[in-house]
């Protein structure tokens, strides 16, 4: 007779887990630019390297989220950098840091419910 063996106890982080990780990540570079600004490279990072782990999930919408919030931020945030040369750079970066404030939030919450964050 064999004996039934135990699975193995999971490493690492769940893809729930994960993803609250990478909002994290993503807020405290946003919100501390100047000393934490990597941590939002590397939350695009990570979900670059792990977006094949989480596809066909719920998360998988969440990782792209975070994806295009981020190139559309920085997309944003160079616009705004080109356009403090005439002076109005300060106004479309305070509106950029709003809906990017705005997108983090509103992914954020959607994970809470377990749901895909969407644009209705």
């Given at each position: 007779?064999?004996?039934p063996t135990m699975p193995e106890p999971q490493s690492g982080l769940s893809a729930r887990q994960l993803t609250h990780c990478l909002y994290a990540l993503f807020v405290v570079g946003l919100i501390a630019a100047p000393v934490f600004g990597a941590a939002t490279l590397a939350a695009v990072v990570v979900a670059y390297y792990k977006r094949s782990d989480v596809a066909g999930t719920v998360y998988a919408s969440h990782f792209d989220w975070l994806i295009k919030t981020f190139w559309w931020g920085v997309l944003w945030v160079g616009l705004s950098a080109l356009l403090s040369l005439i002076f109005v750079g300060w106004l479309t970066g305070i509106v950029a840091f709003v809906?990017?404030?705005y997108r983090l939030a509103k992914g954020w919450f959607a994970l809470f419910e377990n749901q895909s964050p969407t644009l209705d």
């Open positions: 007779m064999s004996q809906w990017l404030l």
